[in-house]
């Protein structure tokens, strides 16, 4: 086995799950039925509570390096030992080795952290914020739907990049990429391109909209 400095290295239990990226202070619920990681689950439940969540490609069949440690919060038992359960992003970790695979895979893991920040980046982050709710706001207009952002959105420019960053919808390896960065101010750059191409392509879908209903009147 290769030796590590024992800072901030430690084993962690590892749940791989298709398509799905965890970031720091999110939610993710899960329900557990497969044998082996309910005996993860009790396992845990009798320790610390805390797991690692790693985005799993099914297609490449590859698991992601990167993954972000979940906390379980809430859980309830089910019949025939299935469990339900809420958990909540804490600190992203790399993979450095797996110790073993069964009955289920544990790794040694180091945590990462985004580097300090050499700018103000509240400019950027409000850039962000602006953009997000330009987007809802014309996807509301596109469905004839209400559309409400929740009152919580972070404040704080990295945690706003993760809020942001979980909810992409369908696009796990853009997610994964954003989730390995350790720069916020390059993570905020790269949701305000996505945000910026998103509300352009909203926008001239909305224009097409209108002027169809024009022509219709």
């Known amino acids: 086995m ?19 990226v965890l970031f720091p202070g999110r939610p993710l619920p899960l329900h557990i039925f497969e044998f082996r990681y309910r005996i993860m689950m009790n396992t845990i ?20 390096p990167v993954g972000c440690c979940a906390e379980i919060v809430q859980y309830q038992r089910l019949a025939d030992d299935r469990l339900k359960m809420l958990t909540l992003g804490q ?23 985004d580097a ?58 853009e997610q994964q990429a954003l989730l390995e960065m350790q720069d916020t101010a390059a993570r905020l750059q790269r949701e305000s391109e996505i945000l910026t191409s998103t509300r352009n392509h ?4 909305t224009v097409l909209k209108d002027t169809f209903n024009s022509l219709n009147k």
């Open 91 to 113: 600190q992203r970790f790399r993979v450095l080795e797996y110790v073993r695979e069964k009955p289920y895979r544990v790794g040694l893991v180091e945590w990462i952290e």
């Open 202 to 205: 909203l926008a001239a879908r």
């Open 116 to 173: 300090p920040p050499e700018q103000d980046l509240k400019p950027l982050a409000k850039d962000v914020d602006q953009l997000l709710r330009d987007v809802v706001h014309l996807s509301a207009k596109l469905t004839g739907q209400e559309i409400e952002l929740p009152d919580d959105i972070p404040d704080l420019p990295t945690e706003l990049s993760y809020w942001v960053a979980s909810n992409l919808y369908g696009v796990a390896q």
């Open 2 to 20: 290769a030796s590590y400095s024992s800072i901030a290295v430690r084993e962690l239990p590892l749940f791989p799950l298709p398509e799905v």
């Open 45 to 64: 439940l009798e320790t610390d509570s805390r797991f690692g969540v790693l985005m799993w490609n099914p297609i490449q069949d590859q698991i992601a």
